[in-house]
């Protein structure tokens, strides 16, 4: 009977350790610094209460090596990103390598730059979905507009890319840079709203709530980013905008 008891105090002392840490057998990483997940398995950033799981690949089209392709293609990846009582699933893409994940409050993201996707496609080599290792590095995300412009407000917000910015067999990547251009929205009634970016991309336009398309305001260079939009009242959407130079 005693040792008994004394093994319930044992499992009672774990138990209590273990609710200290959001979870002690998941590995801790530091925001602003890369490492690794590998697929099915979790990380935790502490000082952000923030834990990120590798949940799926769902396509992998990057061109493998040694062959000839129209495009580098792209590797996407789920993640499951939670904090607290929220919980987000998301994807980060090779090709675009930096992807903004908002969770929970409209101020509070985070910068996802994929670093790598390992091992890389071989020719005739099929890679299993456990085999995967993603490279990360998540920072802070800051929106370069004050919190007066957004907070409370109705609209859409972001920034516009374009890329490459030199040749991808060069690269061995899509590089992107920030562009001045000038987007169209345009509503349900076809009425179109004419907004320009800055020369580092920035761009906010405030809209009355409804459904929304980005349409390509000139030709070239092309959209690359073509989707619709729901806009909430009281809600400001951040979006990235990315234009292909045609350069390859």
């Keep these: 009977m005693k040792r008994l008891k004394i093994i319930k105090l044992v499992l009672i002392t774990i138990f209590l350790f273990a609710g200290c840490n959001n979870n002690p057998l998941t590995p801790t990483v530091s925001l602003d610094s890369d490492f690794n997940i590998k697929f099915g398995s979790s990380v935790y950033i502490p000082e952000e209460n923030l834990s990120i799981t590798f949940e799926d690949v769902i396509q992998d089209s990057r ?6 392709c129209y495009a580098v293609g792209t590797a996407k990846i789920k993640l499951m990103v939670k904090q607290g009582k929220y919980v987000l699933l998301d994807t980060v893409q090779t090709e675009l390598q930096q992807s903004i994940i908002s969770i929970g409050e409209v101020n509070n993201s985070y910068l996802f730059w994929v670093k790598a996707l390992e091992p890389y ?3 005739n080599t099929k890679i299993s979905k456990n085999d995967y290792v993603l490279a990360l590095n998540v920072s802070h995300f800051t929106y370069g507009f004050s919190d007066s412009e957004i907070e409370n407000k109705t609209g859409i917000f972001g920034q516009t890319f374009i890329g490459p910015t030199a040749p991808v067999e060069r690269l061995g990547f899509i590089d992107y840079k920030p562009y001045r251009t000038t987007l169209k929205f345009v509503d349900s009634k076809n009425d179109s709203t004419i907004v320009p970016t800055d020369s580092t991309g920035r761009f906010i336009v405030y809209l009355t709530p409804g459904e929304y398309r980005l349409v390509s305001n000139y030709g070239l260079p092309r959209l690359i980013t073509a ?3 729901t806009v909430a009242e ?9 234009f292909d130079s045609g350069i390859r």
Excluded: H, L
Aim: charged content about 15%; hydrophobic content about 30%.
């Design 63 to 68: 061109c493998p090596r040694g062959a000839m």
């Design 121 to 123: 496609p071989e020719i």
């Design 227 to 229: 989707q619709s939009y």
């Design 234 to 242: 009281g809600k400001m959407n951040y979006i990235t905008v990315n």
